[in-house]
């Protein structure tokens, strides 16, 4: 499992742009329906979650190092660790655009709560998810994989995704469209959540005073640019698979975003192209894997010299996994 902060530019929404599936655009899968309970437990893997065996990614993937960048000090305004954590960050965005973050000021219990919440999610009925259905060209919502969508190549996995936004009086913002969609029993899903991209937006605002540190212009460059932004906030579920060398949780892809926060859960698989070979990031739970997205590449040409990767998922076990990102 996942959780998955996707930052946008200040008034723009985040489209999640998935290019190679969106290539095998077909609207004829319509009636297949990506129903997670029953599918779990199925040995015959349906045609269309079946990836072509040069897409399937290495399982013994050599790990990627991505550096650990400690933010308690620069948290707590100390200029020598800001100078320090800035020069991490750099690094890392010019090799890859990958690092980590410990000692983020996230509280672990909220962490936590976000976590049980997902799951809580996730292991209802589906026809309770439905409520929050996804429709065709938007971004918010439950998705079951990409049925009705797609006709091959589908990943196995769900999603829900919902918005996020830094404007002044939109505190009640995601407890409303919970409210909304999902009804009363909801509240407090709604509450956390809100809360957690509270505490994504503020980090990805420290965040952006290190790139704009790392990169020579000034720290409230970046930050200030991105003080009313828009993020979407995704929770990945991929459901245990009987036969997870056949399949894949997540296809490969770029994010078109400025910045990602994803928190994973234990159970590993996220892999990142790198050097013309696939890599993976360990998961911990102490930590916050970031990575700058397309758009924040294409705000300045002095900050094309950054790169986003193609990343991928790969449910290597039988094991439910979870991931969020804002
Ligand atoms: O779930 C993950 O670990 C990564 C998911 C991801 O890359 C995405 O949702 O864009």
């Avoid at 991505?66 to 948290?75: A, G, H, I, T, W």
């Avoid at 292991?123 to 439950?142: D, M, N, T, V």
């Avoid at 994803?262 to 102490?286: A, K, T, Y």
């Amino acid at each position: 499992m996942a959780i998955d902060c996707i930052k946008t530019m200040p008034s723009i929404a985040a489209r999640h742009h998935h290019p190679k599936e969106q290539d095998q655009c077909k609207d004829d899968s319509k009636s297949f329906v990506f129903d997670a309970q029953v599918l779990r437990h199925q040995s015959n893997i349906p045609q269309q979650f079946i990836w072509p065996d040069h897409e399937k990614p290495n399982t013994n993937a050599p790990e990627l190092q991505v550096p650990l960048v400690d933010l308690r000090d620069f948290l707590s305004g100390n200029p020598a660790a800001a100078m320090e954590a800035s020069r991490l960050v750099g690094e890392a965005c010019q090799k890859h655009g990958f690092f980590l973050v410990v000692n983020h000021g996230v509280d672990e219990t909220l962490i936590t709560h976000a976590h049980n919440y997902m799951d809580s999610f996730f292991e209802l009925p589906l026809s309770e998810k439905q409520k929050a259905q996804r429709k065709i060209g938007e971004s918010c919502g439950y998705a079951s994989s990409f049925t009705g969508r797609f006709s091959s190549k589908l990943p196995w996995k769900e999603t829900l995704s919902f918005s996020y936004t830094a404007e002044k009086n939109s505190s009640k913002h995601i407890e409303e469209y919970f409210h909304n969609r999902m009804g009363e029993d909801f509240a407090e899903f709604g509450r956390v959540y809100q809360d957690y991209c509270e505490a994504m937006n503020a980090l990805s605002l420290r965040i952006m005073e290190l790139l704009g540190m790392s990169l020579g212009v000034s720290r409230e460059h970046f930050r200030e640019f991105f003080n009313e932004n828009d993020s979407i906030m995704r929770l990945n579920y991929y459901p245990p698979c009987q036969k997870p060398d056949l399949t894949l949780g997540t296809g490969p892809h770029c994010d078109p975003t400025s910045l990602t926060i994803l928190h994973q859960d234990q159970v590993g698989g996220l892999q990142v192209f790198v050097d013309n070979e696939w890599r993976s990031i360990r998961p911990s739970f102490d930590a916050f894997v970031v990575n700058i997205g397309d758009t924040f590449m294409a705000n300045t040409e002095k900050i094309s010299r950054f790169l986003s990767l193609s990343e991928e998922r790969q449910d290597g076990n039988s094991t439910t996994r979870v991931s969020g990102h804002k």
